[in-house]
C-alpha cells in the first residue's frame, strides 16, 4: 500500500465530527458533517447540502446522508463556522433553489454557447495542408 495514501487518510482523522467541505472533481461543492470514512478517503457526510453558486447569489440542496467516493474529492477542508456565518450574512445572497436554478441554467448555455463559439472559430482557422 502506498504510504503517502494512508498518512493522508490517517490525517482525515481530525476531520471526523466536524462541518467539512468537499470540493468534487466535477466542481460541486458538498457541505456536511464527516462521520466516517476509510482507507481509499471514501467519506460519509451527515446533514448534507450541495452548495450551487451564481455569482454572489446561492442556495443549498439538501442531501441528507451523503457517501463521496475518495476518488471524486479534489479538495476536502474543515469550515471555519464563525466566519461562514459571517461571509453568508455580509457577502452572500440566499435564494429559493428554483429561483437560483433558474440562473445557473442561464450560466450553464452563456459557458456552453461560448464553447460552441470557441470550437467554430477555431475549425474555421483550421488548415489541413498545414497539419
Not at 54 to 70: A, D, M, P, T
Not at 83 to 96: D, F, H, R, S
Not at 102 to 117: G, I, P, T, Y
Request: glycine fraction near 6%; aromatic fraction near 6%; proline fraction near 2%.
Amino acid at each position: 500500500m502506498d504510504g503517502g495514501l494512508v498518512t493522508a487518510t490517517v490525517s482525515l482523522i481530525e476531520e471526523v465530527d466536524k462541518k467539512i467541505m468537499v470540493v468534487l472533481r466535477d466542481g460541486r461543492n458538498i457541505v456536511g458533517t464527516m462521520r466516517s470514512f476509510d482507507q481509499y478517503a471514501n467519506v460519509v457526510l451527515e446533514d448534507t447540502v450541495e452548495r450551487i453558486f451564481v455569482g454572489n447569489k446561492y442556495c443549498e440542496k439538501h442531501l441528507g446522508v451523503f457517501i463521496i467516493r475518495g476518488e471524486n474529492v479534489e479538495l476536502l477542508s474543515e469550515i471555519d463556522l464563525p466566519k461562514e456565518t459571517t461571509v453568508k450574512a455580509e457577502k452572500w445572497e440566499a435564494l429559493p433553489e428554483e429561483d437560483l436554478m433558474v440562473l445557473f441554467n442561464a450560466e450553464k448555455e452563456k459557458r456552453e454557447d461560448a464553447l460552441k463559439l470557441r470550437k467554430q472559430i477555431r475549425l474555421e482557422q483550421y488548415d489541413p495542408d498545414e497539419g
